[in-house]
């Protein structure tokens, strides 16, 4: 009965903690006869890295670990980022990243809790986001109504416009977003007489990555 009771509470967790939740907890010793992994290809976007390497022919290996800090980081300090655990496998992407930033990432192989000596870091700058929406104008269509128009973004992977909106020089907020890359119209009924009114455009793409903020509009009502 209680072997049932251990059993069941081990299913448990695994349910509820999920896989990469179970692969956080392993740790590795180091074994420096398991054969590192050789050359890998970085091909970076803006939110996601992708990587490449050759086949593994060592069969004693299980899979690759990979490894990611910032620039500044000595690839000791390093974290663990990912697992893959199939030694056939010879691709991995991590999608952890912010555009326009430099990564180091570092790889072993492994096999029954070991693992081979790190690989020497791989610097991976992620490409710089959409650039600005170029035009935008803020009307006065009413004495509390505000108009607003913009150029459609040229990237046809555009998705979203956010706006976002200062009052009286304080800071941005969001107002409200519209869908559709030829959508470029957005009405503030939100505003009162006397008001100072800042308003910014933000695109973002179908896989929310967002351009820099366009130059702001202003106007008083």
Same mark, same amino acid.
Request: proline share 5%.
């Given at each position: 009965?209680?072997?049932?009771? =251990?059993?069941?509470?081990? =299913? ?21 006869g398991?054969?590192?992994?050789? @050359? ?10 992708? *990587? ?18 910032? /620039? ?5 300090? *390093? ?7 199939? %030694? ?21 192989t492994f ?11 791989? @610097?991976?700058?992620? =490409? %710089? ?6 035009? !935008?104008?803020a009307?006065?269509?009413? %004495?509390?109504? !505000? ?6 973004? @040229? ?14 020089g304080?800071?941005?907020?969001f107002?409200?977003? !519209?869908e559709?890359? =030829?959508? !470029? ?17 933000? /695109? ?6 967002r /351009?820099?903020?366009? @130059? ?6």
């Open positions: 009965m209680k072997k049932s009771i =251990l059993i069941l509470s081990v =299913l448990s967790l695994i349910t509820f903690s999920g896989c990469g939740g179970i692969k956080g907890l392993m740790t590795y010793g180091t074994d420096s398991l054969t590192p992994l050789g @050359e890998v290809h970085a091909l970076p976007n803006m939110n996601s890295v992708g *990587f490449e390497w050759e086949k593994i022919s060592d069969h004693r290996i299980h899979g690759v670990n990979i490894y990611r800090g910032d /620039a500044s980081q000595k690839a000791e300090n *390093f974290k663990r980022i990912g697992t893959v655990g199939n %030694p056939y496998a010879t691709h991995f992407v991590d999608t952890h990243v912010n555009a326009d930033t430099t990564y180091r990432y570092t790889f072993s096999s029954f809790g070991r693992e081979s000596r790190r690989s020497e870091p791989v @610097e991976v700058s992620t =490409l %710089p986001p959409f650039s600005a929406v170029t035009f !935008v104008k009307y006065k269509v009413a %004495p509390t109504v !505000v108009k607003l128009l913009w150029k459609p973004h @040229e990237n046809p992977s555009i998705s979203t416009y956010i706006i976002e909106r200062s009052v009286n304080g800071e941005w907020k107002v409200s977003q !519209v559709g890359q =030829l959508m !470029v119209e957005y009405i503030d009924t939100f505003v009162i007489r006397g008001g100072s009114y800042s308003y910014r455009i933000i /695109a973002q793409s179908y896989d929310k990555i /351009a820099y903020p366009s @130059e702001p509009t202003e106007i008083t009502l």
